[in-house]
């Protein structure tokens, strides 16, 4: 039987009504068509499904709709500001930080905590935080230079 | 200063701000009206005979649409080489491995389509299975094909120059052995297919593909249906290295449930599929003896390979000529033998992988060169330097290097990693648990020849100037898979029509747009590059003579740049030009304001004279390599170079292994993009680390994958990274486009054996199984210390 949702996403509320066991990756995906969260594996190993909840980093394939239930949600679709890239997706742009893409989504996600929480992230900390995100094309380097470069960048 | 514009600059990837967003679509993403879900039955036995195939309950099952087998798909034979078609879209007569493909299922949504599988009834006979590589070829042992007699699906056997003499001449000679196991991409995109058909009878398939144009010849082959009416799309991919090469059979069952059902049909493999398709790198286990003078030149080389390629031929025939023609280079080698056999086994299949087939050859024979520096007494990197090749040299197997910065990136890892300093002297490692080690390798840039036997060109790029003046779309079959090709277009075609970046559109990864050969053997900027600069200088020809026209002056005295048209041949005046322009865009703001003529302004009036501007551009390797047979595989009109030393700690009590730092660099003749150049060599440095330390296939007695998925399956995280130096070198390559070269392969070469000699010089181990494990650390740590007594 299907529950009603209410989840605001990227800070517009939407009400579904929605299997209970479907998750919330499958809600952003295939009933608000925000296709920008990627599903790599389906059970919380690769990260590509990183999202915000309430401000948290979260796999949003582990996590069931329902549970996002008057809650909070950020995508990657909701990071641009004014139509423009926001300091963290420009440094990602500007240092080659992105390559195939897949990972990209949720480790902005990941990097988007990160910077909330921490001013001054050293490479440590960074490493540490995405490392439940996998990325197979940069070896990782470029990525960590961009979030140390967005968290350095003030303007 | 460089002498380009845009080239050789640090510019952001065309595709970045659509994938930072989440804007850039991959094919799971693409919506279609009514799409049906596929699935697919996958055996689940290693090997046994199909009696009986019963999909009636399936059929019947509410909101199932189709069920196809064998008997709707037919059993026309494909693969990847037209000497070894030995796959079927499905099973008919019997299955081969857990996971090959029985069935699929076309549905209203997923549940029902998995739902439907699984009513599928089939009756097996099950066989006894061959699960180890090793003993594949032995007598008595149960046989996978009837076209692969005791299990061979091939073999080379090549002798250059003399070994005899090698050993002859020889003053040291030593034989080693390492052996690989079973690895899988993990690119972070599983595959995804969409297929839909035309009333015309055309059939359009969107696919994570890294080769539309041989997957369009595939569909047609396979499924009956005439070439020009199969239309192959790439959109983004999220990552191949090899596996998305070739045709796969969800690609053909996809398109057949869409043929039909006539709607669209949705594929997507889950983790699991992937791990099961796979496709990746062989089990290797390889033989070495080689041969040194007193001086340490290489006097020959005996190398014999087994490769286990899992039930079917894919990229394999390719890979067992790669495994021994790579060895050929870096070094100057005169005497070279070569055994190879290449093995199935009731395992998923093997093909293609970064580094194709080259990988594990490359990490044993610089170990091997390690373990003999050390017994001369001799530097490892002074008996690589000893040996490098150069440019204009010619290996044993007729492999011909037009550019080589070998000896320049060894020196360059060398310095900037300090080597003289960290490396203990004399030979002697350190065996305090911190070591140092380098290693060397090189790969094709673009393979010489296609797959199947043909004169074709290897690529095509049109160039169409906007009619409407101001920007040029660049249509390309190239594959982008997040490699950056895509950007490289760009780059190029903008450097030479004088544009900016983002006056350049690229349409690629679509079968319709032109022939590219795809993805795969580092071919792209090499090859797709000559022709994106030929088509865009054909289109500039034609605007400039267009405008040298109406003028009435040599059209060679005009040139494009930044944005505008420059008389070379003193001031011109552009008037009347410019009033032609102006008076048909009244209304508009965004008007020239500068003396010159703009590229906006020339493109349309060269319109207005000459209809649709298209410039085309086209590029195929010469004919290259020798006569023997096999002697096409490995040749390129290239060949990229890479050194690498790497710094690891080892925990001596548990074998835990850390890098430290990897120091790279790579000869990319001339790097289009630097950035992109960087990403590629340290990319590769993550995968080679992955592959020397943690990742593995692992079976159990009934063929099934233990670990098919990313938890168990462990590749490097940003945790296990070291910091990674890219270090680029540029050779001027006479043979691409401004002197470039590849990097996407190269670059993973030394990094298995720099780890290997790295972790040697920490412990004075030397590990012959990959990947080096703690447990096998330790292991062979207490074998040795048992020894030593």
Redesign the interface.
């Known amino acids: 039987m299907k529950k009603i949702v209410s989840v605001t996403v990227n800070g517009v509320l939407h009400e579904l009504a929605i299997e209970p066991r479907r998750t919330l990756l499958e809600l952003l995906r295939e009933d608000l068509g925000l296709t920008g969260t990627k599903k790599g594996c389906g059970i919380g190993d690769c990260g590509t499904c990183t999202v915000l909840l309430d401000g948290v980093a979260t796999f949003s394939c582990l996590t069931l709709a329902i549970q996002a239930d008057g809650c909070s949600v950020e995508t990657v679709e909701g990071l641009a500001e004014d139509g423009k890239l926001n300091r963290l997706q420009q440094a990602f742009v500007d240092h080659g930080a992105i390559q195939c893409g897949f990972c990209s989504p949720g480790m902005l996600m990941t990097a988007t905590e990160l910077l909330r929480r921490s001013d001054n992230p050293n490479e440590q900390d960074i490493r540490r935080a995405i490392s439940g995100n996998l990325c197979r094309c940069t070896g990782y380097q470029k990525i960590v230079e961009a979030i140390k470069a967005a968290s350095e960048d003030t303007s | 200063m460089s002498k380009h514009r845009i080239l050789n600059t640090?510019a952001?990837?065309v595709?970045?701000?659509?994938?930072?967003?989440?804007?850039?679509?991959?094919t799971?993403?693409l919506?279609r009206p009514s799409v049906l879900t596929g699935a697919i039955l996958h055996s689940p036995l290693a090997h046994a005979r199909i009696l009986n195939i019963d999909t009636s309950r399936a059929e019947k099952l509410p909101g199932v649409k189709a069920v196809v087998t064998h008997r709707e798909a037919g059993t026309t034979p494909y693969g990847v080489s037209p000497a070894r078609y030995d796959e079927t879209v499905f099973c008919h007569d019997k299955v081969r491995y857990v996971g090959d493909e029985i069935a699929a299922v076309a549905a209203i949504d997923l549940d029902t389509a998995l739902e439907a599988t699984s009513l599928i009834k089939v009756d097996f006979e099950e066989l006894p299975v061959v699960l180890d590589g090793r003993t594949a070829m032995d007598e008595g042992q149960p046989q996978l094909h009837e076209m692969y007699k005791n299990n061979i699906c091939a073999q080379v056997h090549w002798h250059f120059g003399d070994i005899e003499e090698g050993r002859r001449e020889s003053h040291l000679i030593r034989t080693d052995r390492l052996s690989s196991k079973m690895q899988d991409?993990?690119?972070?995109?599983?595959q995804s297919i969409l297929a839909e058909t035309e009333s015309s009878g055309s059939l359009t398939m969107w696919s994570s593909t890294q080769a539309p144009h041989y997957i369009q010849r595939t569909l047609a082959m396979a499924l009956n249906i005439p070439l020009h009416k199969v239309r192959v799309i790439k959109p983004?991919?999220?990552?191949g290295?090899g596996p998305k090469a070739s045709c796969s059979s969800a690609e053909l069952a996809t398109c057949l449930l869409a043929i039909r059902t006539g709607q669209p049909v949705k594929l997507t493999f889950?983790?699991e599929q992937v791990f099961l398709h796979s496709r990746a790198r062989h089990q290797f286990f390889h033989t070495m003896t080689t041969g040194v003078k007193k001086d340490g030149s290489l006097a020959f080389l005996e190398h014999e390979c087994l490769l286990d390629g899992g039930a079917y031929a894919s990229f394999g025939i390719a890979t067992i000529y790669y495994s021994g023609s790579l060895l050929g280079g870096p070094y100057r080698l005169k005497n070279m033998k070569y055994d190879g056999h290449r093995v199935v086994t009731n395992k998923p299949v093997c093909g293609a992988q970064r580094g194709h087939g080259a990988v594990i050859a490359r990490a044993l024979f610089e170990v091997q060169l390690d373990r003999i520096a050390e017994e001369l007494g001799m530097d490892p990197v002074e008996l690589r330097l000893k040996n490098v090749m150069e440019a204009g040299e010619t290996t044993c197997n007729e492999l011909f290097v037009s550019s080589f910065g070998m000896r320049e990136a060894l020196e360059a890892v060398r310095d900037s990693a300090a080597w003289k300093k960290k490396r203990s002297s004399g030979g002697k490692t350190r065996r305090d648990g911190k070591g140092i080690g380098a290693a060397c390798g090189f790969f094709v840039s673009g393979a010489g020849y296609p797959i199947y036997r043909s004169r074709t060109y290897h690529c095509t790029v049109v160039t169409k100037v906007d009619e409407v003046g101001g920007g040029v779309t660049v249509s390309s079959g190239a594959a982008d898979?997040?490699?950056?090709s895509d950007t490289v277009l760009a780059m190029i075609t903008a450097e030479e029509l004088g544009l900016n970046l983002d006056d350049v559109r690229v349409l690629s990864g679509d079968s319709s747009l032109s022939v590219d050969l795809g993805a795969y053997s580092s071919r792209t900027t090499l090859m797709t590059g000559h022709a994106c600069r030929e088509a865009a200088r054909d289109a500039k020809k034609q605007i400039l003579e267009a405008i040298a026209g109406k003028l009435e002056v040599p059209a060679e005295t005009l040139d494009l740049r930044e944005g505008k048209v420059v008389s070379l041949a003193g001031e011109l005046d552009f008037s009347r030009l410019r009033k032609e322009y102006l008076q048909e865009h009244k209304g508009f703001s965004d008007l020239p304001d500068t003396p010159q003529l703009t590229f906006a302004e020339a493109s349309r009036i060269a319109f207005l004279e000459l209809g649709t501007i298209v410039g085309t551009g086209k590029y195929r390797p010469p004919p290259l390599g020798g006569s023997f047979k096999g002697a096409k595989v490995g040749t390129s009109p290239a060949f990229g170079c890479s050194a690498q030393i790497a710094e690891v700690t080892v925990d001596l009590e548990t074998g835990e292994i850390t890098v430290g730092h990897i120091t790279g660099a790579h000869d990319c003749g001339y790097a289009i993009n630097v950035?992109?150049v960087?990403?590629q060599m340290?990319?590769?440095?993550?995968?080679g680390m992955g592959e020397a330390l943690m990742e593995q296939i692992i079976y159990d007695n009934k063929g099934r994958i233990v670990n098919a998925?990313?938890?168990e399956y462990k590749?490097p995280?940003?945790?296990d990274?070291p910091?990674?130096d890219?270090i680029i070198v540029e050779s001027n390559e006479p043979n691409g486009p401004y002197g470039a070269k590849e990097v996407g392969e190269g670059a993973i070469m030394p990094v298995i054996p720099c780890i290997l000699n790295a972790i040697y010089d920490a412990t004075g181990v030397r590990i012959e199984e990959l990947p080096v494990t703690p447990e096998r650390l330790v292991a062979a740590m207490q074998a040795a210390k048992s020894r030593r007594g």
């Open positions: 640090r952001p990837r595709d970045a701000a659509d994938k930072a967003t989440g804007k850039a679509l991959y799971d993403d919506k991409a993990a690119f972070m995109e599983p983004a991919v999220g990552g290295f889950d983790r898979i997040g490699q950056g950035t992109q960087e990403g340290q990319g590769s440095m993550m995968m998925n990313l938890a590749i995280t940003a945790l990274m910091h990674l890219a």
